[in-house]
């Protein structure tokens, strides 16, 4: 090949070590190449740095740093760590209520029932970006608890007004709403956790009884009774699976905005690290060890805080970018990917955020002039 007079080393530009083969030109013998086709060659090493590419559509996993031109939605894009959590904007619900229930995940969502002026029946699935319609609730009601997937969602209890609560159970497929066995105690603004056939419901109002510390395990047909909370609340949210659920928030006369965290393990609750702010009405999504408690109502107010559950203490997260209270959550999303929606602030809403937790990778936008 003769003596080459440019290395490699030269060719690594600064600032920014990209890799420029510009100048580089010549033909190297297939000899001196172990796999004589270079056709699969795709990228460089992240080690060399990224060259801004042009691309219809984003990268599917795209590296720290590497940065690329969208000629799609004609913009420049990033990928970038959050050094905190942070809350974005999503697509809005069709349809603006509160006191709707939620299943899924941030990608793959479903949000159901809810109230505005009246109960209401309908069913919405995100896909990351965008609300579509779904099948009607059999049962028309707002002030449930959900729990599943976008496929295989469960809605329970409920009630249609102040005074009037439901035992009602329905199961969704992806595409429509089916009777599932019945609650043993009716009951609204109740904690729901876990999947479509292992499902914990907890807490909630019983009409004209007030609240109750009443737990009910379901196994796709059938609830039975499980372990009491600690003390009777009401507006109250929830994390995690059947044999390892998380409560926390809610209402009782007295003291009022609960601060409590309980953990369930299959049989019974045990205490665990306090809320930082106590309150009721909230959303929750994540798992026993790692959960996200978001908005709510804090003595009267509403509030747009959110903190971060590592199975022993609660830490503040970055607040929601609008106050809201009655709204729904994803609650089998992880406790760094979370979708929040609806809710009342008031007025009702519809609204969408999408949560990303500290240092999970994020694409970004570049903006300015």
């Known amino acids: 090949m003769g003596t080459r007079t440019r290395g490699f ?13 510009t100048d580089l030109n010549g033909v190297v013998p297939a000899t001196n190449i172990a796999n004589s086709s270079l056709t699969n060659v795709t990228e460089v090493s992240p080690s060399l740095g990224y060259a801004v590419s042009s691309v219809s559509s984003d990268p599917p996993a795209p590296g720290t740093g590497q940065m690329w031109y969208n000629t799609t939605s004609n913009v420049l894009k990033f990928k970038a760590v959050t050094a905190a959590g942070v809350w974005a904007s999503g697509g809005n619900l069709g349809t603006a209520r509160y006191s709707l229930a939620g299943a899924g995940t941030q990608t793959v969502g479903l949000a159901f029932g809810g109230f505005i002026s009246s109960s209401q029946n309908s069913t919405e699935e995100y896909d990351g ?5 779904g099948g009607n609730l059999g049962t028309a009601r707002g002030f449930l608890a959900g729990c599943g997937t976008q496929t295989s969602g469960l809605a329970i209890g409920g009630g249609f007004g102040s005074l009037t609560v439901t035992n009602a159970t329905e199961e969704y497929n992806g595409t429509s709403w089916t009777a599932g066995g019945n609650l043993a105690t009716s009951r609204m603004q109740l904690g729901g956790v876990g999947t479509q056939t292992s499902a914990l419901g907890f807490g909630g109002y019983t009409v004209p009884g007030g609240q109750t510390a009443v737990t009910e395990e379901y196994d796709g047909t059938s609830w039975t009774a499980g372990g009491n909370l600690s003390a009777a609340k009401a507006t109250i949210s929830g994390a995690g699976t ?25 049989t019974s609750w045990t205490l665990g690290g306090n ?10 999504t994540g ?10 109502e804090i003595s009267g107010a509403v509030s747009a805080a959110t903190e971060a559950y590592n199975g022993t203490s609660w830490s503040n997260e970055t607040s929601l970018p609008a106050v809201k209270r009655y709204l729904g959550s ?38 300015g002039s």
């Open 129 to 133: 970006t965008s609300w579509t319609s």
């Open 275 to 284: 809320l930082n702010t106590g309150r009721d009405q909230l959303g929750g």
């Open 287 to 296: 798992t026993q060890t790692a959960a996200l408690a978001i908005g709510g």
């Open 9 to 21: 080393a030269n060719n690594i530009s600064s600032p920014g070590g990209v890799f420029d083969a």
């Open 330 to 367: 994803a609650n089998a999303s992880p406790q760094t990917s979370a979708l929040a929606f609806g809710g009342q602030g008031p007025p009702n809403t519809a609204t969408t955020e999408e949560f990303t937790g500290a240092g999970v990778d994020v694409t970004r936008t570049v903006t």
């Open 242 to 266: 059947q044999t390892a659920g998380l409560a926390f928030g809610g209402d009782n006369p007295s003291p009022g905005k609960i601060v409590v965290t309980e953990e369930y393990d299959g």
